[in-house]
């Protein structure tokens, strides 16, 4: 299979697992639950961040894989949760830069 076939391929798995999160009822109850986990963790990744001197995006990384490895065990959170969880924590990286520069 072909670069442009695997990519194709690859798109329409993600383009139907993000219309599945917002047009099924299980999917909006995904989201929902998904919404609960997220504020607390973020919260908690941003206080151990300020500790850190100088934190650049692959310690970032490195505390966001760990906050919810542990976190997941915790709350016995589903494997796709988890994944879900490291996913939206990791696209926040601006949003943490800009509060460490206040």
Known sequence: MGRFKKG???GGLLGASLM???ATPKGKEMR???????EPL???LKASL???EG???DMYDALVE???E???VKKELAEEVKVMLLRELKKRWKEVQKDLKK
């Open 20 to 22: 599945w999160l917002n």
């Open 50 to 52: 300020k500790q850190l």
């Open 42 to 44: 973020f919260n908690e």
């Open 70 to 72: 542990e976190y997941a």
């Open 55 to 57: 934190p650049t995006k």
């Open 8 to 10: 194709l391929f690859l």
């Open 66 to 68: 760990r906050a919810v």
């Open 32 to 38: 929902s639950k998904l919404a609960n986990h997220l």
